[in-house]
C-alpha cells in the first residue's frame, strides 16, 4: 500500500475506506504525517489523485483513485549557496547594490526553498553572509515581488544591516519605480493614498482597508500617455507596503498591465486599444513594474550613492509597442 522510497507513499482507495475526507484518510493510513503535514502537502500540490494533481483536502475519498503523496526533503534550516547569476551594480565591504531580474524570489519561503536572491548571494559571499538580519533572510533589508525587477541593496555586515534597515524604516531612502498601467491616471500628477492590509476574502491579496491596516502612500507622475489606454508612470514610495504600487493603482482603476494578482479582469480601456498592442499588453506575463532607481547614505562612510537601472528588455518592448500607434 506504501512506497516511501524518495519519501512517496501511494494508495489505492479501497471501498471500506472511500468516502472520507482525503486528508483524514491520508493521516490514517500514513501515521507517520499529521494531518495538517497531509493538508499542507495536498495544498502545496505535492499529492496526486490517478496522476493529476490534486489541491482539495476535504474531498470525498472515492473507491478505486489511487493517491500519490511526494513528501519533499526537509528544508536546510539555513539556506545554501546555488550558483544564480545576477548583476552587481557596485560592491564593497559592507553591501552589495544589484540588478534583480525579473522571475527571481528575493528569499526563501514555503513553496521557493531554493532558487532564490538569497542563495545566489550566500554563493557569491560565503558564509560571511550567513544569518546577518536573520537566518532565513541574510542580508536582506528591503526586497521586491518576484516579479519586479530592479535595483535593490544587501548588507553585508550586521552594522550596515542595521543602518540601511533603519533608513529604510525612516524613510530617508531615494527610490522610484516605473510602471506600465492601464487608463491615463488623471492629474497627470498625484497621490495615491489609502490604508492597505489583507483582503478578507483573499489572503494572498493586499486591499484598501477602512479599518487597521498600515497606512500608505504613493506618489505619481505619468511620463507618457499612449492614446488613452495606457501610460507610463513613475511612482515613488512614501511608505513602504507590500504591494503597495500594485493595490494602490488597482483601487484607483488603473491596474498594471500584466498583474496576475490585482487585475481580474479585462479593463475597459483595453477596447480602444489596436488589437495588436492589446494583445500584447494582455499577454504580458507579469507586472509591468520596475525599482528604477535607488538612493541611500552609504552606512560606513557617509558617501550618498545613487544606482538607475532601465527597465529589462520585456518592459522595454511593451512600452515601444504601446507607443507605436
Known amino acids: 500500500m506504501t512506497d516511501t522510497t524518495c519519501g512517496v507513499r501511494t494508495l489505492l482507495v479501497s471501498e471500506e475506506l472511500a468516502g472520507q475526507r482525503t486528508d483524514r484518510l491520508l493521516a490514517l493510513c500514513f501515521p507517520d504525517l499529521s494531518r ?3 493538508k499542507g502537502l495536498i495544498e502545496a500540490g505535492h499529492v496526486t489523485r490517478d496522476g493529476a494533481v490534486f489541491r482539495e483536502p476535504a ?5 478505486g483513485v489511487t493517491l500519490v503523496v511526494d513528501v519533499p526533503a526537509p528544508a536546510p534550516a539555513t539556506p545554501v549557496g546555488e550558483i544564480i547569476p545576477f548583476s552587481i551594480l557596485y560592491e564593497d565591504s559592507d553591501l552589495i547594490v544589484l540588478d534583480k531580474p525579473a522571475g527571481l524570489v528575493v528569499h526563501p519561503a514555503p513553496g521557493n ?3 532564490t536572491l538569497v542563495n545566489a548571494l550566500i554563493a557569491h ?3 560571511s553572509l550567513v544569518g546577518i538580519g536573520g537566518e532565513k533572510r541574510p542580508g536582506i533589508v528591503h526586497r521586491l515581488d518576484k516579479d519586479t525587477s530592479g535595483v535593490m541593496v544587501v548588507a553585508k555586515t550586521e552594522k ?4 540601511l534597515s533603519e533608513d529604510f524604516a525612516a524613510r530617508r531612502i531615494d527610490r522610484s519605480y516605473l510602471a506600465l498601467c492601464w487608463g491615463v491616471p488623471i492629474p497627470a500628477r498625484g497621490e495615491y493614498e489609502g490604508n492597505i492590509g489583507r483582503d478578507r476574502r483573499d489572503r494572498k491579496r493586499m486591499a484598501i482597508v477602512g479599518h487597521g491596516g ?6 505619481y507622475s505619468v511620463l507618457r500617455p499612449f492614446g488613452g489606454y495606457a501610460a507610463l508612470v513613475e511612482c515613488r514610495l512614501a511608505t513602504g507596503r507590500t504591494h503597495q504600487i500594485r493595490v494602490h493603482f488597482s483601487a484607483n482603476g488603473h491596474p498594471l498591465i500584466g498583474d496576475p494578482v ?3 479582469r479585462i479593463p475597459a480601456v483595453a477596447r480602444k486599444c489596436p488589437s495588436e498592442t492589446r494583445d500584447a499588453a494582455l499577454d504580458f506575463p507579469r507586472q509591468a513594474l520596475h525599482a528604477a532607481r ?3 547614505t552609504h552606512p560606513r562612510t557617509g558617501e550618498a550613492l545613487l544606482f538607475e537601472t532601465p527597465p529589462p528588455e520585456d518592459f522595454q518592448t511593451l512600452e515601444l509597442q504601446l507607443g507605436s500607434d
Open 36 to 38: 495538517s503535514r497531509i
Open 59 to 63: 474531498d470525498p475519498a472515492r473507491a
Open 113 to 115: 526553498e531554493t532558487g
Open 125 to 127: 559571499c560565503g558564509d
Open 160 to 163: 550596515a544591516h542595521h543602518a
Open 214 to 219: 498600515k497606512e500608505a502612500l504613493t506618489r
Open 262 to 264: 490585482y487585475l481580474r
Open 294 to 296: 535607488l538612493g541611500f
